[in-house]
């Protein structure tokens, strides 16, 4: 199973382009905060950056209504994919490819807590509602990425 699940804070503003066939492709990075305990008793965070991808309605949502800070759930697959550059060296990019991305209500709550509900128009997922998040979603293709 491939399943990802994230909730944190847009490090930039997403950016839109299209590929060549006209599909709407956004990328943002999220900021994900995490805690642990050092031997000696001490709390420390980190924060994982976290590079998403969305397509088709769901890159364009993303790119209107999206910025920099934005609070987000995203939910979508682990992926890795290779390019070539323009002096001929192969890249690789791993990335979440979106199937959902969603904003919690109450921009003020911790990861951990559990979110006021307000279910967004046409939230339904296999018959069951959606009702955790105000939400955006697509499906995605794989279409090559234009960055």
């Known amino acids: 199973m491939n399943s990802v699940q994230l909730i944190g804070n847009l490090a930039r503003d997403p950016q839109l382009r299209a ?24 709390q420390k965070e980190l924060t994982d950056w976290i590079n998403v991808v969305a397509w088709g309605n769901l890159a364009e949502a993303v790119g209107s209504q999206l910025k920099k800070g934005s609070r ?32 919690p209500l109450g921009a003020g709550m911790h990861a951990s807590a559990a979110p006021a509900v307000q279910p967004f128009a046409g939230s339904e997922t296999n018959g069951q509602q959606k009702s955790d998040f105000n939400q955006f979603g697509d499906s995605h293709n794989d279409e090559e990425i234009p960055f």
Do not use: C, H, M, W
């Open 19 to 42: 590929t060549k066939t006209g599909r709407a492709v956004a990328s943002f990075t999220v900021a994900v905060n995490r805690s642990y305990t050092t031997p000696q008793g001490e």
């Open 72 to 103: 987000v759930f995203v939910e979508g697959r682990y992926s890795t994919r290779s390019y070539d550059t323009s002096d001929g060296q192969k890249r690789y990019v791993t990335e979440v490819t979106a199937n959902i991305v969603a904003l």
